[in-house]
């Protein structure tokens, strides 16, 4: 069963329990659920922050005296609406939340924008549950489990939960599971022995088709290991090491996506999660036969569940005794060929987004500015950079909200880092993010700290124009992407701000190098258009292709 169809259960029983009003914000793993309730003959109210979209259902509630539901998607959405549900369970007031979440082999991993939403608001809830995956055998489970929610809600006046597991594909039909591979899981190493450590280095010097990749928190140790192995090097943008090493492979993601190049045999990752779904789609459809990663975290980053074997022990202190231990090995055909193919790529890129006024261009941009610290929000600029900002001085500190990759309290976070570092900070945040958080801006009223707030304002959620399923749906521009007409000169006005707004691509770079000379806190805000921005990634990847098309005889 797909999860349209459970959704659409949900709703109809909803509607027939008596739940009148369905109040919702934009969100991907929630999808299923605003296709269901965009179809219900139910009334939806769209708001894109969560915090005030929890306290809108409870003026409903308020009047309407009956429950009012709540369409909420994965992260730290969930955790926004917390206000608003104790105010409600103190108020006696019925609430229904339909949280979408991940499906159990995604939980408790490391995979993007999941957390522990079971029983997340505690005892301000009457009662909660966590539905399984979408099942036809239990479709008579689901309508008489929802039923019972909002008849709770009803007699116990208060809110309850719904933990809605939903798997990809979200609107398509599942995948046949019989096709997916397993791997063994090796736990352990916290001390390893020299004995060991040799023994270690001769096994990964075995293999001359590996990758080292980097993730967050990756020490810079591991590109030492990575160039006495002669295997390239894939550092996430969270890593802050692209350009350290000669090894290092810039625009990687492109060689990927045009198959380019072969599937490693084995794989070495130092540091925590990483940012992006093309690298790791790329790994997943042919396994590496090893994969081993390294981390003292003590947490799982293993959303698709490729690590053979973990070793608990410090990326550093490891990185140093197997750089030792491995012999001196010459350039390898494999690392070769991603170099060849990488610098094409760079090369083709230079002519695309030299000088472009668009959101690729601008990550483009900020990797020649090369600015001390780089914060970038999630959504379209973390992905944009991790696809196009690759900076030679390799001197940028990137900082990230990965965690739960919210698109909440971004304002605030730059703000606190700027207080502490004192060093100038360049904040790339999407538009969405920028009205998520406004009024931290009022913290710099007593703290006037030196940070660029660069605004992408596509006038709603970029990321969602990706999603080819959900954006040629006719509630797409409503209840997904939120399209608005929003601008931020007057946000900037209020809180005295001085703001600026760039049309063109001199324009942006004069901005930059006068913030690089006296930094001072400004709002730079640049307008783009989703539309025309989906198209431009699409031009990008068709010009790469036929850049690369002669390298494909070579390699």
């Known amino acids: 069963m797909n999860n349209i169809t459970w959704s659409k259960q949900i709703m109809s029983t909803l509607k027939a329990s008596g739940v009148r009003y369905i109040c919702l914000g934009p969100g991907s793993r929630s999808s299923p659920l605003i296709a269901a309730a965009a179809e219900s003959l139910l009334e939806v109210v769209v708001h894109f922050d969560e915090r005030g979209l929890g306290f809108l259902a409870l003026g409903l509630s308020k009047v309407y005296r009956e429950p009012v539901a709540i369409i909420l998607t994965s992260g730290t959405a969930i955790g926004n609406v917390l206000p608003a549900i104790m105010e409600a369970s103190h108020d006696d007031l019925p609430l229904i939340i339909l949280s979408a979440d991940r499906p159990p082999e995604l939980r408790d991993c490391g995979a993007n924008q999941t957390t522990d939403q079971v029983k997340i608001f505690g005892s301000f809830v009457r009662w909660q549950v966590d539905l399984p995956c979408a099942e036809t055998r239990l479709l008579s489970y689901l309508t008489s489990t ?27 039909n599942p995948p046949d599971f019989s096709s997916y591979s397993s791997h063994s899981y090796e736990e352990g190493h916290t001390i390893l022995s020299e004995e060991r450590i040799e023994e270690l280095a001769s096994t990964l010097s075995k293999f001359e088709e590996g990758l080292v990749l980097l993730g967050q928190d990756a020490p810079e140790e591991a590109t030492h290991v990575a160039k006495a192995l002669q295997w390239p090097i894939i550092s996430d943008v969270t890593s802050s090491l692209r350009g350290k090493t000669q090894v290092d492979i810039p625009y990687y993601e492109h060689l990927i996506k045009n198959s380019l190049v072969a599937s490693p045999v084995a794989v070495l990752q130092f540091g925590r999660r990483l940012t992006s779904k093309t690298l790791m789609e790329f790994l997943k459809k042919t396994p590496p036969n090893i994969y081993y990663q390294i981390d003292d975290s003590f947490a799982r980053f293993d959303p698709y569940h490729l690590v053979t074997k973990r070793f608990d022990i410090a990326p550093a202190l490891l990185a140093n005794s197997l750089a030792r231990a491995i012999p001196q090995k010459k350039e390898s055909s494999w690392l070769k060929c991603w170099r060849m193919a990488s610098q094409s790529i760079e090369g083709k890129l230079e002519t695309l987004l030299q000088g472009s006024y668009s959101e690729p261009g601008f990550a483009f941009t900020l ?55 004192q060093i100038p900070l360049l904040a790339v945040i999407g538009d969405l993010a920028f009205l998520h958080d406004l009024n931290s801006l009022a913290i710099l009223q007593q703290n006037p700290l030196p940070i660029l707030f660069l605004v992408i304002n596509n006038r709603g959620g970029g990321i969602f124009s990706f999603l080819p399923h959900v954006s040629q749906t006719p509630y797409f521009e409503t209840m997904v992407a939120y399209h608005h007409p929003y601008q931020f000169r007057a946000a900037a006005d209020l809180f005295n701000i001085p703001y600026y707004a760039p049309t063109e691509h001199h324009e942006l770079i004069s901005l930059l190098k006068q913030f690089e000379q006296e930094p001072k806190m400004a709002v730079i805000e640049l307008s783009t258009l989703r539309d025309e921005n989906v198209i431009f990634h699409q031009t990008i990847e068709n010009e790469l292709r036929n850049c690369l098309k002669p390298l494909e005889v070579m390699l």
């Open 367 to 421: 990797s020649k500015m090369a600015p001390k610290h780089l914060f970038l929000s999630n959504s379209m600029p973390i992905r944009d950079a991790e696809a196009f900002f690759y900076s030679k001085s390799a001197d940028t500190r990137i900082f990230t909200n990965r965690g739960l990759s919210g698109i909440d309290g971004n304002i605030a976070t730059c703000i606190g880092i700027a207080l502490t570092s």
């Open 146 to 172: 929802v039923s019972h929610a909002v008849a709770l809600a009803k007699k116990r006046r208060g809110p309850v939960q719904i933990n809605c597991m939903l798997r990809e594909p979200l609107l398509g």
